[in-house]
């Protein structure tokens, strides 16, 4: 009996997910929460444990392909030889088209769906974080709870005759890219059209129609933006065509809904950190190392909220929402694109705990390993493009927040001190904030005050 693996939802209300490696082949044998894959969603990698004990039939994607949540990911055919749970102990309720969220619940396999019953120990539904009981440890990536249905493959659809394309995300590229697949010479096995090759066509397209009509090359849809492009540049082939990461598309839908909606603007001041910079510097303790510079800034922006809260509050329709805290966004680069962990409740950290947790989720941010809930719910962002080597930027605000704080690289400048051009270390920290929620002279108040902790910390640090 073959049973086939549904990808399950991967929360946040994401709904499809990229293939970042496959930790088995076809003809592998499989125990239940066996790792069978690393996904990619917009947010994080995740790791995808197998609801099933039995060998791997069929992949149905390779790496860099889209797969839909709900749609087939895996195959497995059951196999005596194989211990683990029997079809009747398995999780086996397909995922519907909404991609409603899986509650840890199993269903029998049988016609008709039953009531969930709470899933025992065990059972091969793993928590975000966690193995089940049976497992000691923790993974080295997030994993999922999973649920999946029985029965047989999808059938190869055929187009156009001979031609094969098996997955639903080639046939669905296709469609984005204006491909007709029975025009397309599949290399995958038994001629199978694969997702390069319905990219290969597309890039071959404009220069195939210009050589035959004569004509200008016509504008191409989008597949990630859903745009056109007016023209092509003049006397230049296409050299390549890739779809948008799932991250890039992520960010640029958030970059582009704060551009749209929120009147945002800007302040900055030069900021004189020589002091800050020196006691850094004598604040380690034995064997533990001084707190990071950004540890500091960031502490000094949190107090500087406490004064002015209106920078990390919300804009719900024509209503100003404040909170009683603030969770801290954490611009972090990392080999994927720019992620934002969140640190809740920074307020209430000190500057050891702050400085301990900043380390933490922009390591866990650069291995892929932070859940989706741990990339959302910030209520202002701190940037420190500093260490990317940059004096100062013209942020985007991350949206739906209201502010984003920068700061730039530390560096020594001649500075006028009493009269006398001096040596000093000088930052360059900006504001950008929505405009809706406060004007200029309330954020030039939060930067003073912040100015002031940065020149003078000892005296802040006093006062609290």
Not at 106 to 134: C, D, F
Not at 288 to 306: D, E, K, N, Y
């Amino acid at each position: 009996m073959t049973r086939t693996f549904l990808l399950p939802d991967l929360g946040e209300g994401l709904t499809e997910a990229a293939i970042v490696a496959w930790h088995v082949a076809v003809g592998d044998t499989v125990s239940v929460d066996q790792v069978i894959a690393e996904v990619e969603t917009a947010k994080s990698i995740v790791e995808l444990p197998s609801p099933f004990a039995g060998v791997v039939t069929e992949l149905h994607g390779g790496v860099g392909d889209e797969v839909r949540v709900g749609a087939p990911f895996i195959e497995v055919s059951a196999d005596a030889r194989v211990s683990g749970p029997t079809t009747a102990e398995i999780a086996t309720v397909r995922v519907p088209d909404d991609a409603r969220e899986l509650e840890g619940y199993r269903h029998e396999e049988r016609a008709g769906i039953k009531e969930p019953v709470a899933a025992s120990s065990g059972s091969g539904n793993v928590l975000i974080g966690y193995g089940t009981s049976s497992h000691g440890g923790a993974p080295q990536r997030r994993r999922l709870r999973v649920a999946s249905v029985a029965g047989a493959p999808e059938p190869v659809a055929r187009v156009g005759g001979p031609v094969a394309v098996k997955s639903p995300i080639v046939r669905q590229l296709a469609r984005d890219l204006g491909v007709d697949v029975a025009r397309v010479r599949g290399t995958g096995v038994d001629g199978v059209v694969t997702r390069a090759d319905v990219l290969a066509a597309s890039a071959a397209a404009p220069s195939a129609v210009s050589a035959t009509s004569g004509s200008a090359a016509p504008a191409l849809a989008s597949a990630s933006a859903g745009s056109a492009l007016s023209a092509m540049p003049a006397g230049l082939g296409v050299a390549a065509r890739e779809p948008m990461s799932m991250l890039r598309r992520a960010v640029a839908a958030k970059m582009s809904a704060s551009r749209a909606e929120i009147p945002e603007a800007t302040v900055w001041v030069d900021v004189d950190v020589t002091n800050l910079w020196a006691m850094r510097a004598q604040m380690a303790v034995g064997d533990a190392p001084a707190p990071s510079f950004t540890a500091l800034a960031a502490r000094f922006v949190l107090m500087a909220l406490a004064e002015f809260p209106l920078l990390a509050s919300r804009v719900d329709g024509s209503e100003l929402v404040t909170f009683d805290g603030v969770n801290l966004g954490v611009a972090t680069d990392t080999d994927r694109g720019l992620l934002v962990p969140v640190i809740s409740r920074a307020d209430a950290l000190s500057v050891g705990e702050l400085d301990a947790a900043l380390r933490s989720v922009s390591a866990a941010a650069r291995a892929g390993s932070l859940a989706p809930a741990e990339l959302t719910g910030s209520t202002i962002t701190f940037n420190n493009y500093g260490a990317l080597g940059v004096d100062g930027s013209a942020a985007i605000i991350n949206h739906p927040e209201v502010a984003i704080v920068g700061m730039g690289r530390a560096i020594e400048r001649a500075w006028v001190v009493d009269g006398a051009i001096v040596a000093r270390r000088i930052v360059q920290v900006s504001l950008v904030f929505d405009h809706r929620v406060c004007d200029g002279g309330y954020a030039a108040g939060f930067l003073r005050h912040l100015v002031t902790s940065l020149e003078h910390p000892m005296v802040r640090f006093r006062e609290v």
